[in-house]
């Protein structure tokens, strides 16, 4: 079905005003690199914390759940859901301690954190590493995305659907920096809400499927409703709810999940107005991520499989779309041509807000480190302001070509998701430990990214008698083996850059005992954050799941189930009012 006049035109008028917003942040983001890449550290709380979400949700987000669904059911989403864990984390721990180092970038915190010569060579590794390697790879995946959907819902060359997108995105985020794009990351979430909830009422209304119903008693979707995996058998349960909740959250590098916080999740609370609205955004983005956002998408991933069962029916509906670009992520935007005129141009837009939301995302903070921990700090750190505000919008250029190019290589988010937590399998745990134990340095963190790398390598493109959470487990213990080594046989950080560190972060904690005397004493906030982490998971877990027993019709546990919820979050409450 191709696209009416009406939905271009939706869609068009998407792309004007993302332009517009752009040209009106252009003045002020033009000003400095605090402007450019922070947005003036004055963004309030809420703006912050829908812009985080607007940027996990991408084209490709809702294919990755199709894929899921379409092959391990719904509890096969447990794969992102344990990410939460690190998220709760990040907002009652990490929030205040990223908001009081000061630093532009999550990367310059380096040589905050370690000394020498060796926490030098970490910063500009790191930035060409994340600026040119995993950012362009995290932009290569949601890029897949905007191919496939350009070839079976806009019906056109999945590359001219890149080269269009891509330069509006490329225009207002090299124009108006960070501002713009949490600006327009506002409208694209109000988009995505309205498009993807509106979307999913008229699929499960199609004659096809004849109501909610009649889908979750299709034979073809029975098998796939479980929120839990089947507890008898360990080939289910262990790569879906095991290893995610036991390994994948702490051990993995994940954008938007990262331990200890990171990425552009740092970046927004480093544009924050002060802690608490540092706090407040990360908040707000772990609850609308994974509690308000998931259902949508897993109805529809259900529904394709009543429509398109098979890979087979999506091959003969789209004959067209190339051999290595059909999977079962694909589901998702074949269910979309199904939509009427005028809906399919406002979901069509929200999706295409979705894929220039995270890319505008990546280009800003990709170019923030290649400015800023590169080009500044090694290059040349006499330039201006100005200078390095013109290096960033070229910086800009070249990491968009890069991500689009990797994109038509790419096969399936799937493959993209599987890569992304094996290259950053291991290291997790440091990112966690670098707050509260000393010992840890910038050795530590070299010799655990280069192992991650190899090992992530040999798994991907040698070893393939594996199966993937194999992989990530097995990937995990070995970094991890090899970095607590190199911590101890190399030399710790010199003793004026600790106590520096601690004087103006104060982690607080038996880590630092030894660093910190002299230092404001106040009660180690992180037993009651850890305590206000496990109720933030319970709380969010339990209305997400008893959402879906009501989805179910199973209204007599979902009201017990929401209840945990709505009783965790009292306890959330009061924990974190002290």
């Not at 630093?103 to 380096?110: A, G, K, N, Q």
């Not at 995505?192 to 004849?210: C, D, K, Q, V």
């Not at 029975?222 to 289910?236: C, T």
């Amino acid at each position: 079905m191709l696209l009416s006049t009406l939905d271009w035109t939706i869609i068009g008028s998407y792309f004007v005003l993302s332009l517009a917003v752009g040209l009106w942040a252009s003045k002020q983001a033009g000003k400095d690199t605090k402007s450019f890449f922070l947005a003036g550290r004055n963004m309030p709380w809420w703006l912050l914390g829908v812009s985080m979400v607007a940027t996990t949700f991408s084209t490709d987000t809702p294919n990755l759940v199709t894929d899921l669904v379409r092959q391990n059911g719904v509890s096969g989403n447990w794969a992102w859901w344990a990410f939460l864990l690190t998220g709760m984390l990040t907002v009652f721990v990490y929030a205040k301690l990223w908001r009081r180092s000061g630093v532009l970038t999550d990367i310059e915190f380096y040589e905050l954190r370690y000394s020498g010569k060796a926490a030098a060579f970490l910063r500009g590794f790191r930035a060409l590493y994340l600026g040119l390697v995993f950012n362009v790879l995290v932009m290569g995946a949601v890029s897949l995305a905007a191919v496939k959907f350009g070839e079976i819902v806009l019906g056109m060359p999945g590359w001219l659907t890149l080269i269009i997108a891509g330069s509006v995105t490329l225009a207002y985020s090299m124009l108006g920096g960070l501002k713009a794009v949490i600006i327009t990351d506002f409208v694209q979430f109000t988009l995505a809400m309205i498009g993807s909830i509106w979307g999913m009422f008229y699929i499960l209304g199609l004659p096809e499927i004849g109501g909610l119903s009649n889908l979750i008693s299709h034979e073809n979707v029975v098998d796939k409703l479980a929120l839990i995996p089947d507890l008898s058998d360990p080939n289910a349960w262990v790569p879906i709810l095991l290893v995610p909740l036991a390994v994948q959250w702490w051990a993995s590098y994940y954008p938007g999940a990262e331990p200890g916080g990171g990425g552009y999740i740092a970046q927004r609370m480093f544009s924050a107005k002060d802690e608490k609205n540092a706090v407040g955004a990360t908040f707000l983005f772990n609850v609308a991520h994974y509690a308000l956002r998931p259902w949508p998408w897993i109805l529809i991933a259900l529904a394709s499989l009543v429509v398109f069962p098979e890979l087979s029916d999506l091959r003969e509906a789209f004959p067209n779309l190339p051999d290595d670009k059909l999977g079962h992520d694909v589901a998702y935007p074949a269910m979309l041509t199904l939509l009427p005129s005028g809906l399919l141009g406002l979901v069509a837009a929200s999706l295409i807000a979705a894929f220039m939301s995270t890319m505008s995302t990546q280009l800003n903070l990709g170019a923030s480190y290649l400015v800023n921990d590169f080009y500044h700090r090694f290059f040349k750190p006499d330039a201006t302001e100005k200078e390095l505000v013109m290096a960033g919008r070229l910086f800009t250029i070249i990491s968009i070509f890069l991500g689009a190019g990797l994109g038509l290589i790419l096969t399936s988010a799937g493959q993209a998701f599987n890569l992304l937590l094996m290259i950053g399998a291991g290291t997790g745990l440091i990112y966690i430990l670098r707050w509260f134990w000393w010992r840890i340095n910038a050795y530590t963190e070299i010799v655990a990214m280069v192992s991650s790398i190899f090992i992530a390598g040999y798994f991907n493109f040698g070893d393939s008698s594996l199966e993937g959470w194999q992989k990530i487990v097995i990937g995990a213990i070995l970094t991890t083996f090899v970095w607590i080594i190199a911590t101890y046989v190399t030399p710790p950080d010199d003793d004026k850059t600790l106590r520096n560190f601690v004087k103006k972060v104060n982690p607080g904690g038996p880590g630092w005992k030894k660093y910190s005397e002299g230092v404001s004493t106040e009660p180690w906030p992180v037993p009651n954050g850890i305590l206000s982490m496990v109720l933030g998971c319970v709380a969010v877990y339990g209305f997400l799941l008893g959402v879906g027993q009501f989805i179910y019709g199973h209204t007599e546990s979902g009201l017990m189930i929401c209840g945990l919820g709505t009783i965790a979050s009292i306890g959330l409450f009061k924990v974190w009012k002290k």
